[in-house]
């Protein structure tokens, strides 16, 4: 699938700014959340805009954005509608916590409760951005049980690594969220190393023969295209990644996205003052880093049936996901 | 709305049957399709840069051909490409402005342009890749079955077939009503032993096609047709009479120009 730039950054930004909002909620359940309000302002104002960010972002991707209100419409049947009215309804609540932590951050159960309800709303948004993918039959590195782990877990460890930074920034310790963060970031590692190894293990089960019902004869073979130039349909969903590059760009991914964070966590754990908040931004960024590279990777990598009709995928089926 | 309508009893699906045994990859569909279509209901099919290095634009119909087997029994298929018009058409169910839409009377799948955001998820949800995208209008296009020609009441009755069942110079596509299991193209399929495409998708094509007569096929009994569906228009689409010597291919020859 081709990696469009504003798909990329509209589910890496906006899985950030969600997972914020959800581990800021989550730590204010658990009351772990320093009361500042120069802190709740900025962490908060920094996730929403980051959302916000993303799905404007997203709108780039469309032929007639000016019409984009019309997809909060089909929410019964369409996990990209879904995803809007959840994306949009969770600003309330998001909003709520915020100014609620922000002016009345003593009042604890309060905030707990705000909190609970933007984590779950967060929660929802960031699975529905997941299922928009994971829905797609065509798509065999999509429709898999492992995407949506994936996304959730990839964008609660994003999200919580930048609040754990910004609260040493601003001169707190919150130890049992720093400890939360480290333990994401490796569950995070693991579910993305199990979903790399399901893509190159199990088949499609679908192939050239039964795309064209043409595997009676034998092996079905491309004889000639329809077309002698590329079309929409090679450029959208043809789109190819050197074997090569997959496996050097998934070591980046692995190491920005999980390896670097996890040190760089564990190093804060132990280190006070300036060196603890700088090694947890360095974690926040590395990991930001990291998973729009693997959030390219998640497009580049999967293919489409479409392309069994251009006897592109028979060659070197799932050679590119095996890294 | 993209809810997909409830199939009623008796549901008509129109739709093509395509036949791979006759098909000799002459493109003709494919430029009939784009010459009634950029004028059509979902006009216009752009085409960008066409008479440079490389053309790119809008079709609803693509021919590919295809090898299959090794030595002696290899053969060379056509096999030309458009909208299945799926019962289970995941393009409708992930829309989410409803643009994209399954017609309750007739099964067929349409995009309304003057909704369509352009998301292209509708092409992303399409295991055959029958929409496209207009990146002029910047909405999603495709085949429309000619929905403009088989009710078209300016049109004579043999003409209300889609563009590319009309102009197929040797009969390898037909239309006609596939819910309907007493129907010509439905008896065809029957008797053809007519496939789906990627059946294990469980998106229920109602195009069908149909496999190489080849007496040493088991998958064919080797007959042919037992009627022709050939400009038979929706509003018609009826029992024609058996045809005189149906397997002399002079007399059916004859009957055919008789017939006009």
Redesign the interface.
């Given at each position: 699938?081709h990696p469009a730039f504003s798909i990329i950054f509209f589910t890496a930004a906006s899985g950030i700014g969600y997972g914020l909002l959800a581990i800021a909620g989550l730590a204010a359940a658990f009351g772990l959340l320093p009361e500042s309000r120069s802190l709740a302002i900025t962490a908060t104002v920094f996730a929403l805009a980051l959302a916000s960010a993303g799905l404007a972002a997203s709108l780039l991707?469309?032929?007639?954005?000016e019409?984009?209100w019309?997809?909060?419409?089909?929410w019964?049947?369409?996990?990209?509608?879904r995803e809007?009215v959840a994306a949009l309804a969770t600003f309330a609540p998001a909003l709520g916590f915020a100014a609620i932590w922000a002016f009345a951050g003593d009042a604890k159960v309060l905030l707990g409760v705000a909190g609970l309800l933007t984590f779950g709303c967060c929660v929802v948004t960031v699975a529905c951005t997941a299922m928009?993918y994971a829905?797609?039959?065509?798509?065999h590195a999509w429709r898999n049980r492992w995407v949506l782990p994936n996304y959730l877990s990839l964008s609660l460890m994003t999200g919580g690594l930048w609040l754990a930074a910004l609260i040493r920034l601003w001169g707190f310790r919150a130890i049992a969220m720093e400890v939360f963060c480290i333990a994401l970031v490796a569950l995070a590692f693991a579910l993305k190393e199990i979903y790399w190894r399901h893509i190159a293990s199990k088949p499609s089960?679908?192939d050239?023969a039964?795309?064209?019902?043409?595997?009676?004869?034998?092996?079905?073979?491309?004889?000639?295209?329809?077309?002698?130039?590329?079309?929409?349909?090679l450029r959208?969903?043809g789109f190819r990644i050197g074997r090569k590059h997959a496996a050097r760009l998934r070591a980046i991914a692995r190491s920005l996205a999980f390896i670097i964070p996890w040190i760089a966590s564990v190093f804060a754990l132990f280190a006070a003052g300036p060196a603890g908040a700088a090694s947890l931004l360095i974690a926040a960024l590395a990991a930001s880093l990291g998973v729009t590279i693997e959030r390219w990777l998640f497009f580049a990598e999967a293919r489409?049936?479409?392309t069994l009709?251009?006897?592109r995928d028979d060659a070197d089926a799932g050679a590119s996901s095996r890294a | 709305m993209t809810h997909v309508p409830e199939a009623r009893a008796g549901q008509v699906k129109l739709g093509l049957v395509i036949d791979l045994d006759t098909c000799v990859g002459c493109h003709a569909c494919a430029t009939a399709c784009k010459e009634w279509n950029t004028s059509g209901h979902m006009a216009p099919l752009p085409d960008f840069s066409p008479y440079g290095a490389a053309p790119d634009g809008v079709w609803f119909n693509r021919i590919h051909s295809y090898e299959a087997g090794e030595g002696v029994d290899g053969r060379t298929i056509h096999f030309p490409k458009s909208c299945l018009h799926c019962d289970e058409p995941a393009c409708v169910t992930v829309c989410p402005t409803g643009a994209s839409y399954k017609r309750a009377e007739d099964g067929i799948v349409l995009v309304n342009a003057d909704i369509c955001i352009g998301c292209k998820l509708c092409s992303w949800a399409c295991p055959y890749g029958a929409r496209e995208f207009d990146a002029d209008a910047g909405v999603m296009k495709k085949c429309t079955l000619c929905i403009d020609r088989i009710y078209n009441e300016n049109l004579d009755v043999v003409d209300r077939v889609p563009a590319c069942v009309q102009v197929c110079p040797v009969g390898a596509r037909h239309f006609g009503d596939l819910g309907d299991s007493a129907s010509p193209v439905s008896r065809l399929v029957e008797e053809r032993g007519g496939f789906d495409l990627m059946p294990e998708m469980g998106y229920r094509p109602v195009n069908k096609y149909l496999p190489r007569r080849d007496p040493a096929d088991p998958f064919t009994p080797g007959a042919p047709p037992a009627c022709e569906t050939r400009g038979t228009g929706a509003a018609s689409v009826t029992d024609p009479e058996p045809m005189p010597g149906a397997a002399n291919p002079v007399l059916r020859w004859l009957d055919r120009i008789l017939s006009l």
């Open positions: 699938m991707h469309l032929g007639r954005p019409r984009a019309r997809a909060l419409s089909q019964r049947t369409s996990w990209l509608s809007g928009i829905s797609l039959k065509p798509i089960g679908t050239i039964s795309a064209t019902g043409l595997g009676r004869y034998g092996r079905v073979r491309a004889f000639e295209a329809p077309h002698t130039e590329e079309n929409y349909l959208e969903m489409h049936t479409v009709y251009y006897g | -």
